[in-house]
């Protein structure tokens, strides 16, 4: 394993403090060759990642990751930063089981802190559909060897004394899904820690570099144009989230996939007094409070297909009404700000991972509001599948063939709120 | 959020609405094949900048309406219902 160019610990802290030297740049800029055995086009979490795993387990190091802007700026830094693995299906559930066993690892792995907080992951049921789904979630998640439970209303206040679990909301809460080991990340630093582990091995990041065709020979890729100029290479790897559909019509490829903003929003920071994250699908909101002490919030997707991430005053006001419904003792807390992210939404709410008609062009897309937890595993997985040539298991059914085959996933019910 | 100008209710907000998506032609449905009619049920152009769609004013005229709107910008540049337009 290559040495990190400079190993973050307690020990060099203390000597570049004592010495007043600075620390080097994390990762480094380099020139655009003209010819990379592999090109990941997108420098989020997931192509960084790539890059990462791709280099780390399989030695593949002449890499170029190439971002139109700069790293982390898209899906990677606008997510709520929620991880958990208590999905529906055993295929989903087993997938995002392997990202949260990465997360736990991650710190370590690439000597970053990621900051990952395992608080306990909660999603309130305030019908008796929600609970019945919810104890199906549960089986099926402890047949996986998740720790998944439904839990009262009293445990509810037990663990998050802020909900209000009385009968005066609209919509009172009945009980909840409780999984202890889901928590919160800093996203930015999953997103930087990558990108220095990668750098380190041999990847080139080139952010501020734009893919503007690809260049395909028969039914086979052979480069990329970008805004710095061609660049040769068999492999392109398509890890854009909001912009997928235009890279793949790059290659000549159709995907299933609609883009849509999703808004989130955060105030002022206070002391800490919710523990957990909280989710209520009823009411098409999550919230969690970050390390800094401010509440983080997220909704569903808008209700129509944008590219714009112009946030609007109806999301505010409906964010605000369903928060209070659930905590109304955060009423005088003031907004912050508030913001939106592209997501790709696909028919099935499942990701698209695998191999394209075009040979050498793969995709790592169609995210919809879960990437940014399954960023891990999809690097280490995407990796796999081109080092080796084959599918890995984990994967398999996530292919773009699934809706020829109408072998569609059934991860809507636990994969997003706004259903 | 959007402001929809309904060619029967006049200006309205777009929560009075239900988006259908991008509009697309159905194929004949006996005589489609099995790789046209998956296109028509999933594949999209999600097309960045003008696209025309379908909306319905759920709480409004409940009539379908065909709008045209710059998914970039979120512009809207016509507003017709879709009556008027198979005419």
Redesign the interface.
């Known amino acids: 394993m290559a040495r990190y160019p400079s190993r973050y610990s307690a020990l060099s802290l203390l000597r570049k403090g004592a010495t007043r030297s600075n620390w080097p740049r994390a990762w480094r800029h380099h020139e655009l060759k003209s010819s990379y055995d592999v090109v990941i086009i997108g420098g989020g979490l997931h192509g960084l990642a790539t890059a990462y795993y791709l280099a780390r387990n399989h030695g593949i190091t002449n890499v170029a990751v190439l971002e139109k802007a700069y790293i982390g700026g898209g899906g990677s830094g606008r997510n709520t930063a929620i991880v958990r693995s208590n999905y529906l299906t055993p295929e989903g559930s087993a997938f995002y089981d392997r990202s949260v066993q990465l997360y736990e690892g991650l710190t370590e792995d690439l000597n970053f802190n990621i900051m990952f907080e395992q608080r306990g992951h909660m999603t309130l049921a305030h019908n008796d559909a929600s609970l019945r789904t919810m104890r199906w979630r549960a089986e099926v998640n402890k047949l996986g060897g998740i720790d998944s439970k439904v839990i009262s209303p009293a445990e509810v206040k037990e663990l998050a004394p802020a909900i209000d679990i009385s009968d005066r909301p609209r919509y009172p809460i009945h009980g909840a899904l409780w999984h202890p080991p889901g928590g919160i990340v800093r996203h930015d630093a999953v997103v930087w820690g990558y990108a220095r582990g990668a750098d380190a091995r041999g990847a080139h990041i080139h952010q501020g570099t734009e893919v503007t065709g690809i260049d395909v020979a028969g039914d086979r890729v052979i480069g990329v144009q970008t805004s710095h100029g061609p660049v040769a290479t068999p492999i392109v790897i398509n890890c854009t989230a909001g912009w997928s559909t235009l890279i793949a019509d790059m290659a000549g490829v159709q995907l299933p996939i609609t883009t849509r903003p999703l808004q989130a929003a955060v105030t002022e920071p206070v002391q800490p007094f919710l523990d957990p994250v909280i989710v209520s699908g009823t009411l098409h909101v999550y919230v969690s409070q970050t390390a800094r002490g401010e509440l983080v919030f997220g909704a569903s997707v808008d209700p129509y297909s944008s590219y714009s991430s112009r946030g609007s005053l109806g999301f505010t006001e409906g964010l605000a009404g369903h928060v209070l419904e659930l905590m109304p003792g955060i009423s005088k807390m003031r907004l912050l700000r508030q913001w939106a992210g592209l997501c790709d939404m696909t028919p099935d709410f499942g990701p698209i991972i695998g191999p394209t008609p075009v040979d050498g062009f793969y995709v790592d897309v169609g995210w919809g509001t879960y990437g940014f937890k399954a960023g891990p595993v999809a690097g280490e997985q995407v990796a796999a599948m081109v080092a080796t040539g084959a599918i890995p298991e984990l994967i398999a059914s996530f292919g773009l063939e699934r809706f020829e085959e109408g072998a569609l996933t059934a991860e809507k019910g636990a994969a997003a709120v706004g259903h | 959020?959007?402001v929809i100008v309904c060619p029967h209710c006049g200006p309205r907000?777009?929560?009075e609405f239900?988006?259908l998506?991008?509009r697309s032609s159905r194929p004949a449905v006996a005589t489609t094949t099995?790789?046209e009619w998956?296109?028509y049920?999933?594949?999209?152009?999600?097309a960045?900048g003008s696209?025309l769609?379908r909306w319905f004013h759920v709480s409004g005229c409940r009539r379908f309406l065909d709008v045209e709107r710059d998914?970039?910008?979120?512009e809207i540049r016509s507003v017709r219902d879709v009556a008027e337009d198979a005419r």
């Open positions: 959020m959007l907000n777009s929560n239900s988006f998506g991008e099995p790789d998956r296109r049920l999933y594949t999209k152009d999600n960045a696209q769609e998914t970039v910008t979120n």
